[in-house]
């Protein structure tokens, strides 16, 4: 028997756009979804400002990717279990978090959730259905099939969905997750971010694989390449497979195609690895702009409404973000809290050695800074 070469490595993944003919949400889903994205826009621009000018230690930003969010939270439930990776702020938005309790996050100010102990923009709202992020790749997962096997076994018509990068599909765990998904028809949507960078690692060297949504057939996962610039083709598509999954016809792998607009995080210099002109192609299809010409083309909005919105949306990020600057740090006692019943008396010692040498160090309170 012969082989050819080809037909090993042949792949049937053609990009899916946007439907004129699909389902559409309504014109205030709509508009939610492009104030969304523009909120999106500009939390990032703040947060990036507030990391360079020393008031909070890190940031990632999610520039470029705000469809892949939006597109997929606009056609899930509130109820459907989303398991993220560091990029998807937009789904706690969407679901109902205020932008204040992101700042206090991001400050780990005493109003922070989990109290300064996460890294700046790991966000936990578990009464959102939005798990803990975690920042081992990959972990978030196996959590997702998990989540959907349970929703399987208790009858619901409920899916769980993850986030993860184009690395993370390197990762052990995407193998493990979609091995068990695939061969228990779990509902589950894995929801592939391939932004083409893994930190400095260019998605060509990651695989060998021609796209990413191929990997998704080996283990019998319905899979699909989704434009991830075009929110309405993200929803659509996560639309329809959402409804696969409810009726019990199994996950699916959607690659949503994208490109990171700005550095890893902030701890990163893009300019030492991009390809030269790459980044050009991509701000054309930057999917704001294109969210909003489409908008304005159907008469949802109008000039002056975008211009408004803007501008409101600018003043609430940085309103929330001073409010978040201005609020105490979490008590020093805090740091031992949360993981024992009864605090060991080496810890509490650590402390108290850790609090003596404080009175004479004088640290700034964030707050300090001007902003
Ligand atoms: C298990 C593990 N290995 C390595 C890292 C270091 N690391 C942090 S982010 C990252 C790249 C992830 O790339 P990708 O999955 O494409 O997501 P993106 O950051 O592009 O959204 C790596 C390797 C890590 N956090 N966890």
Redesign the pocket.
């Known amino acids: 028997m012969t082989v050819s070469a080809s037909s090993q490595t042949q792949s049937t993944q053609a990009l899916i756009g946007f439907d004129p003919q699909g389902e559409m949400p309504s014109n205030e889903v709509l508009l939610k979804m492009y104030t969304l994205m523009l909120t999106l826009r500009f939390w990032d621009e703040r947060s990036l400002k507030l990391q360079r000018s020393g008031r909070i230690s890190f940031c990632v930003t999610t520039k470029g990717e705000e469809a892949t969010q939006v597109g997929t939270v606009a056609a899930l439930r509130a109820t459907d279990w989303v398991f993220p990776?560091y990029?998807q702020p937009g789904i706690p938005l969407w679901r109902g978090a205020n932008l204040e309790s992101l700042a206090h996050q991001i400050f780990g100010s005493a109003k922070d959730v989990s109290l300064g102990h996460q890294m700046p923009n790991h966000y936990s709202f578990h009464h959102l259905y939005y798990a803990s992020v975690s920042?081992?790749?990959?972990t978030q997962i196996v959590h997702a099939s998990g989540a959907a096997l349970a929703a399987q076994a208790k009858g619901t018509d409920d899916v769980a969905v993850t986030y993860?990068?184009?690395?993370?599909t390197s990762?052990n765990d995407f193998h493990s997750a979609l091995t068990v998904a695939g061969a228990k028809k779990a509902p589950a949507l894995f929801f592939c971010?391939n932004?083409h960078?893994?930190?400095s690692l260019h998605v060509s060297q990651q695989t060998g694989a021609k796209y990413l949504a191929d990997k998704g057939v080996g283990y019998g996962v319905k899979a699909l390449r989704v434009d991830g610039n075009d929110v309405l083709a993200v929803y659509q598509t996560t639309l329809a497979m959402a409804e696969r999954a409810r009726r019990g016809e199994g996950p699916a792998l959607l690659e949503l195609v994208t490109y990171?607009l700005n550095p890893?995080s902030s701890s990163d210099d893009d300019a030492r690895y991009r390809l030269k002109g790459e980044m050009d192609g991509w701000i054309d299809k930057d999917p704001i702009p294109r969210f909003e010409a489409f908008l304005l083309e159907k008469g949802v909005l109008s000039l002056p409404q975008v211009d408004a919105l803007k501008i409101q949306v600018e003043a609430d990020v940085l309103e929330a973000t001073k409010i978040a600057q201005e609020t105490p740090l979490p008590d020093w006692q805090t740091l031992i809290e949360g993981v024992y019943a009864e605090i060991p008396a080496t810890l509490q010692a650590d402390l108290d050695d850790l609090l003596a040498h404080e009175q004479g160090l004088s640290l700034p309170h964030p707050g300090a800074f001007p902003l």
């Not at 993860?164 to 993370?168: L, Y």
């Open positions: 990776a990029r920042s081992v790749i990959g993860f990068g184009d690395g993370s990762a971010v932004n960078y893994a930190i990171r890893h």
